[in-house]
């Protein structure tokens, strides 16, 4: 299936730390997505990019895209307390509707 | 301001008995989206509606149902809920074709159980 790989599945932090993670897919894509998701809520969008991008900013967010090796990281400068969820990426593929989730990274970040 | 609802947050249900969770949306999105989410896992599309055209992932067993009465709301049924069916149920709508870039939002969830 297309289901993304996330690594690490968990990351512990300090506040005012960088956390990255990385987001492994196996099929070509149309675009990368990366959402939020806190603990017992629905998901929140926050930062898309395209197969012909390589590189995105938005805010203290940071994220890449490697099309070759199937792979995007998400980096989030300056850590807070309020950063800790889960993040999930998810790829759209195909002429669909519909985008393919990863297994997600646990993000704690500690005060 | 422009959302997504979901009703109930928590649905307590019986093994066996039918159950409905409702979604409803104020932003005018073509796209409505149904998924199942267990613990720790990444959410699982059910199906999802372009408009009035339903699209089925293949392997939804055939206990999930769905209907869209209106571009507003869109509806979950669960014909025979059974244990392995308790889960947080998601609903998303967008714009339009994701494949055009479009971000999807996102309900609160139904925690759904099974008793």
């Known amino acids: 299936s297309q289901q993304g790989e996330e690594d690490p599945q968990a990351l512990s932090i300090q506040e005012g730390e960088n956390a990255t993670m990385n987001c492994s897919y196996k099929t070509s894509i149309n675009n990368l997505q990366w959402y939020r998701q806190n603990s017992g809520r629905g998901l929140v969008h926050l930062i898309l990019?395209?197969?012909?991008?390589r590189e995105k900013h938005s805010g203290r967010l940071r994220v890449t895209l490697d099309t070759s090796k199937k792979s995007s990281s998400l980096l989030i400068t300056a850590s807070r307390a309020a950063d800790t969820a889960s993040y999930f990426c998810a790829t759209e593929a195909g002429g669909g509707n519909k985008l393919t989730f990863g297994t997600g990274t646990q993000l704690k970040v500690e005060l | 301001d422009a959302m997504v609802i979901q009703n109930p947050r928590y649905q307590v249900t019986q093994f066996g008995k039918p159950v409905t969770l409702s979604c409803s949306q104020t932003l005018n999105h073509n796209v409505m989206y149904w998924y199942q989410q267990k613990s720790s896992q990444a959410p699982k599309l059910l199906f999802h509606?372009?408009?009035?055209?339903?699209?089925n992932e293949a392997d939804t067993p055939d206990n999930f149902q769905s209907r869209r009465p209106n571009t507003s709301f869109c509806f979950l049924d669960i014909r025979s809920p059974g244990l392995g069916d308790a889960a947080m149920y998601l609903c998303?709508?967008?714009?339009?074709?994701?494949?055009?870039?479009?971000?999807?939002?996102f309900g609160p969830g139904t925690r759904l159980t099974v008793t």
């Open positions: 990019i395209r197969s012909n991008e």
């Open positions: 509606y372009y408009d009035k055209d339903f699209n």
């Open positions: 998303a709508t967008s714009r339009d074709a994701a494949g055009k870039g479009n971000e999807q939002y």
